[in-house]
């Protein structure tokens, strides 16, 4: 009702989400697909449909396409990365030990699906951020046709700095939030901070934070940056 016609496009893109999600991703899977591969494919497959749906094909839209694709590759390279220094096994909740015994003769990438679930776990926050910056750089555009490259990208810049401290706090929180039951537990029977933080629940939980949170941070920059030299080539013509 507020969105009016933006409002039912953004139904029908969450929609075409859970659409791709159960009926693309999870059969690719459990298919003995590569997950981290699969997972970037989709990503930018919906953050493609998500922004062109709403708001159609055009110079703001393609920024926010370019930049949060870069920002999603990047919380998906940092996530490997880290994973592999901090040697995740990918088998830190029960969830992911009960895989090993289903009945199909299927092999999991164990540390694959962590870093799948990461991925997909950063996107709609990168998402938010790329499309937020992109949007008002195209406002600032409108507002003053003449400004010059360099401060569209400023104006990009600075009102990425407001979003990205709010909208790092929200994926920390989020994956904090995640784990409460088990840090309480943790916290109650006095285990040293070492310890906890080795465990590999609470090991990939943090991953999971950094990897998304500098992916995010990083999408400002990307889209601000794609932004300014999209409108540069408009200005030419």
């Known amino acids: 009702m507020i969105g009016e016609l933006k409002g039912i496009k953004a139904i029908v893109t969450l929609g075409l989400t859970a659409v791709i999600i159960t009926k693309i991703f999870f059969p690719l899977i459990l298919a003995g697909n590569d997950p981290i ?3 970037i494919l989709l990503c930018i497959c919906i953050i ?3 922004l062109f749906i709403i708001g159609g094909i055009n110079r703001k839209n393609i920024s926010a396409i370019i930049g949060t694709t870069g920002g999603v590759l990047l919380a998906g390279a940092l996530a490997l990365t880290f994973g592999l220094m901090t040697r995740l096994t990918g ?3 029960q969830e992911a030990q009960m895989l090993q015994f289903i009945p199909q003769e299927i092999s999991f990438n164990f540390q694959g699906l962590l870093f799948a679930g990461i991925i997909i776990g950063a996107l709609g926050a990168v998402m938010d951020v790329g499309i937020s910056i992109a949007s008002a750089i195209n406002e600032v555009k409108v507002a003053t046709p003449g400004i010059k ?3 569209l990208i400023k104006a990009g810049m600075n009102v990425g700095r407001d979003i990205m401290g709010t909208m790092s706090n929200t994926l920390i929180l989020a994956y904090t939030g995640g784990s409460i039951h088990l840090i309480i537990l943790f ?3 006095e285990i040293p901070i070492v310890e906890i933080i080795n ?3 609470i090991a990939s ?3 999971r934070a950094l990897a998304g949170s500098i992916g ?3 999408t400002v920059p990307f889209t601000a940056i794609t932004a300014g030299l999209i409108y540069k080539k408009e200005n030419k013509k």
């Open 187 to 189: 916290m109650f029977y």
């Open 149 to 151: 490259t360099k401060g």
């Open 199 to 201: 465990q590999d629940l």
């Open 216 to 218: 995010l941070v990083f």
């Open 48 to 50: 493609i449909v998500t």
């Open 37 to 39: 591969i699969v997972s």
């Open 91 to 93: 088998l830190g909740n």
């Open 205 to 207: 939980e943090i991953v």
